[in-house]
């Protein structure tokens, strides 16, 4: 199984920051990698699909990069309806895998 | 916009078998991938497995063997069997939907607890 290693898991915010978030793969990938929002008791919303393309009605604030093995997830100016666990997912092969999630915390 | 609802027992005795039921609603069910995910308390999630309307499936290998799914497209309904559990079964368990790559819809998820 491809390994998703993301980082931090955790990060304590302040509206307005500007957050990194990184996910690294065990193997080569390409490009084949989403990054999921996930709120407690709701349903993950897929935010950036194919690493850098934005979904429909998602904020321009969230944006993605990287290739091969590297991928980052920002958000410039967080916003208080940010604050939620976020995590990718590489598509690449089967089984599919996810990173362990980055949970967001109000400072 | 398609919705998902899990629905099943939360509550499964060791050895015993898990059944899950996803029902789809406000779309189609046809032509797509329909997924099975789980997260266990404190861990990422887990693709446990995919079935197409066609039946094809494809299971994660790590429970592949106690896994069995199923779809009927008439009551626009998946379903999910996974025998002999084991506590580390007990997760929360979402039901997706495939669509061009991604996971575009999600259930709100049904905590299943494995538990004598």
């Known amino acids: 199984d491809i390994l998703m290693t993301q980082s931090p898991s955790s990060l304590s915010v302040s509206v307005g920051d500007r957050v990194i978030i990184t996910c690294q793969a065990s193997?080569?990938?390409?490009?084949?990698l989403n990054w999921y929002q996930h709120k407690p008791g709701k349903a993950p919303k897929v935010l950036i699909y194919d690493v850098s393309n934005l979904e429909a009605g998602v904020p321009s604030r969230f944006s993605g990069s990287g290739s091969g093995t590297h991928f980052t997830l920002t958000i410039t100016s967080l916003q208080p309806e940010d604050i939620a666990t976020y995590f990718c997912?590489?598509?690449?092969?089967?089984?599919?895998?996810f990173g362990q999630g980055t949970r967001l915390e109000i400072k | 916009q398609v919705q998902l609802q899990e629905s099943g027992p939360g509550l499964v005795k060791p050895s015993e078998t898990l059944s899950l039921t996803c029902t789809v609603s406000g779309g189609s069910i046809s032509s797509f991938y329909w997924n099975w995910i789980r997260q266990s308390a404190g861990k990422g999630m887990e693709w446990i497995g995919r079935i197409h309307t066609t039946g094809n499936t494809n299971y994660n290998p790590s429970v592949e063997s106690r896994l069995t799914m199923s779809i009927d497209t008439s009551k626009k309904q998946i379903s999910l069997k996974m025998i002999s559990v084991t506590a580390a079964d007990t997760a929360v368990y979402y039901c997706a939907r495939l669509h061009a790559y991604r996971f575009d819809s999600w259930g709100h998820g049904t905590l299943v607890t494995v538990s004598a």
């Open positions: 997912e590489q598509y690449d092969t089967l089984p599919f895998t």
């Open positions: 193997q080569d990938i390409s490009n084949y």
